[in-house]
């Protein structure tokens, strides 16, 4: 199961998996990012927020992750993976294949920070403001 939102403001999609994920969270995804990106050029960022990685419920979702990886990553500017899960580090390899978007990892408590580095323009990419440090911290 996949929780998805738009900051329509920002242009950045906010996804949350809470179960294996299925072929129609991708078709719910599909449409809400396309109908986005009727009217915007691209998506600035997509935050993913988990604390683990849920897998998916078949080989059809699998596939249709894919098929929206495909249509979608050339419109998408920035990737953050907000997750402690040990294969975060492959994921982020393995994302790195399929999307051009520059990708981080973050912990799964640092979603503020990395929502920052998602916000931030492109000349500011790799400094963002830690809430709760109180400075500026690299985030490369």
Request: negative net charge.
């Amino acid at each position: 199961m996949l929780e998805y939102s738009i900051l329509k403001p920002e242009g950045i999609l906010l996804l949350t998996p809470t179960g294996p994920l299925s072929k129609e969270d991708f078709t719910g995804l599909s449409v809400l990012v396309d109908g986005y990106l009727a009217s915007h050029t691209n998506l600035h960022g997509v935050l993913v927020h988990s604390e683990s990685f849920p897998g998916w419920d078949s080989f059809g979702s699998f596939a249709a992750h894919f098929r929206f990886l495909r249509d979608h990553e050339r419109k998408i500017d920035r990737v953050a993976l907000v997750t402690d899960s040990p294969i975060a580090g492959a994921a982020e390899a393995m994302a790195q294949l399929f999307i051009s978007a520059d990708i981080r990892h973050f912990g799964f408590a640092d979603y503020k920070v990395a929502l920052a580095w998602l916000k931030a323009p492109r000349a500011s990419m790799n400094r963002v403001a830690d809430p709760k440090a109180g400075g500026i911290v690299s985030v490369m």
